[in-house]
T-cell receptor, first 117, second 109 residues
């Protein structure tokens, strides 16, 4: 499976500010995804990052709040804008795996733990 | 709204016994089924996937799928303390995954 890194690994931010999270993969991948995992909860998909086009957002998530870039096949960023304490969460990127040609097989990065004060 | 249901647990199993984790899903069009293991403070790790009805074995892990009943399970044989984690069931539709809330498993030495 691909080696996935995320920066920063954790951060503490003030409300009203923005944070950009980076996701880097050691090989080219077709699909990259961004998830949120709030304390004690499961994973919620924020958006699918598409190379060369705009991200596809899930219901309840909007581009103004979570702008996403995907400049190439190995890198993506997620920005959490105008943060509030409710944005405190773990943010995870994932990539589709080469296994069996399935777009569903996903591997996760280590995550970014965000605390908003 | 696609739903994936899991018993949140905690599920306590003696060391060496079989741990059985269950998951149901609402979308009959689901194509692929995954089990992820998540240790506390870590990201999810893919441990099993299954696409066809029946059983799939990999080491101590067996995934079972019954599409008619919309049910998928994970069996862990000879449970070890290192198996203590939260297990997430995920269901795919060809484009994205929907995750269950996870079952917290504790293996008792």
């Amino acid at each position: 499976s691909a080696v996935i890194s995320q920066k920063p690994s954790r951060d503490i931010c003030q409300r009203g500010t923005s944070l950009t999270i980076q996701c880097q993969v050691d090989s080219q991948v077709t699909m990259m995804f961004w998830y949120r995992q709030q304390p004690g909860q499961s994973l919620t998909l924020i958006a699918t990052a598409n190379q060369g086009s705009e991200a596809t957002y899930e219901s309840g998530f909007v581009i103004d709040k979570f702008p996403i870039s995907r400049p190439n096949l190995t890198f993506s960023t997620l920005t959490v804008s105008n943060m509030s304490p409710e944005d405190s969460s773990i943010y995870l990127c994932s990539v589709d795996g080469p296994l069996l040609g399935s777009a569903d097989t996903q591997y996760f990065g280590p995550g970014t733990r965000l605390t908003v004060l | 709204q696609k739903e994936v249901e899991q018993n949140s647990g905690p599920l306590s199993v003696p060391e060496g016994a079989i741990a059985s984790l269950n998951c149901t899903y609402s979308d009959r069009g689901s194509q692929s089924f995954f089990w992820y293991r998540q240790y506390s403070g870590k990201s999810p790790e893919l441990i099993m996937f299954i696409y066809s009805n029946g059983d799939k074995e990999d080491g101590r892990f067996t995934a079972q799928l019954n599409k008619a009943s919309q049910y998928v399970s994970l069996l862990i044989r000879d449970s070890q303390p290192s198996d203590s984690a939260t297990y997430l069931c995920a269901v795919g539709d060809g484009e994205k995954l929907t995750f269950g809330t996870g079952t917290r498993l504790t293996i008792i030495p």
